[in-house]
């Protein structure tokens, strides 16, 4: 058997060939790294909150357990509520001095802190949400929520995919109920379940034709619902019946229903407990 001699073949690579193959590499390499960086809303919160503690002049400190109602207004302009979204809260580290210097503190240090929450929603690659967002920090304070882009509460939108962000400002002394001091607060909070409970409360939001306010059901049956309209800080009850498969009010917005029409539709006390008689006395209702 004869022995065939291997023909070598030299082939030579110009420099920036192979500079140009080594970046397609490690471009494609950090794209890909970076799409497998995790994107969920809890991660995002504690960047938020990371990056807030390294600042050394905050007037405000993390609290736990703060819970709030997430409103989002929606492309047919229907206020949505998510409530107790994951979220980030801040309060007042000196609650005892006057509310009007704590909004002062709030107004001045949230301007210096929201550059820095807009450019961590723009690096994770959020858009900013125009019509949920305020249109300046002196225009708040109204029962209107949402309606002609103003809120009760300064607010910034941000929005990626099905996750929708809010930064709040909250000029009001509040707090839970086992608080004994209340104070301002600043907050950030999160949620990707917007679709879902637009879908959920728009056949009660229809019902009750209104925008600017949520609703939250609190009791319901196969016929009749009880429901809670929410303005921002204040809320009043309404009762709905299903006539011909749709939701529709049978009282006005109240503190309560009075027992003349419980009687005249024959609501069952599994939605409304008691009822108001013509003198304004609440009595048990005795319908089943």
Not at 62 to 89: A, E, L, M
Not at 137 to 165: E, L, M, P, V
């Amino acid at each position: 058997m004869l022995n065939t001699p291997h023909k070598i073949i030299n082939i030579k690579i110009k420099p920036i060939i192979i500079f140009l193959a080594l970046s397609l590499i490690l471009y494609l390499g950090a794209n890909t790294f970076k799409s497998q960086k995790p994107q969920n809303i809890s991660s995002l919160l504690e960047e938020i909150k990371n990056s807030i503690n390294s600042r050394s002049d905050s007037p405000f400190k993390f609290q736990n357990g703060t819970k709030n109602k997430f409103i989002w207004v929606s492309n047919d302009g229907w206020n949505v509520s998510v409530d107790n979204p994951p979220s980030i809260s801040m309060k007042f580290i000196e609650p005892a001095v006057s509310g009007d210097t704590q909004r002062k503190e709030l107004i001045t240090y949230s301007k210096k802190i929201e550059p820095l929450v807009t450019k961590i929603f723009e690096q994770e690659g959020f858009q900013k949400n125009i019509p949920n967002s305020s249109v300046s920090q002196n225009n708040f304070g109204s029962n209107d929520t949402g309606t002609n882009g103003i809120f009760y509460d300064y607010r910034q939108a941000f929005q990626k995919g099905s996750i929708s962000c809010l930064y709040v400002m909250n000029p009001d002394l509040s707090g839970n109920s086992s608080d004994t001091i209340f104070s301002t607060e600043l907050s950030v909070s999160c949620t990707d379940q917007f679709a879902q409970n637009y879908a959920m409360q728009l056949p009660y939001l229809k019902a009750v034709n209104k925008k600017g306010v949520t609703v939250t059901v609190i009791k319901q049956n196969n016929e009749f619902a009880l429901i809670d309209l929410y303005y921002g800080r204040t809320g009043d009850v309404m009762v709905l019946q299903k006539i011909s498969n749709q939701w529709q009010p049978i009282t006005g917005e109240g503190l309560g229903v009075s027992c003349y029409t419980v009687t005249k539709y024959h609501i069952p006390k599994s939605i409304v407990a008691s009822c108001a008689d013509p003198n304004g006395n609440f009595q048990d209702n005795l319908i089943n």
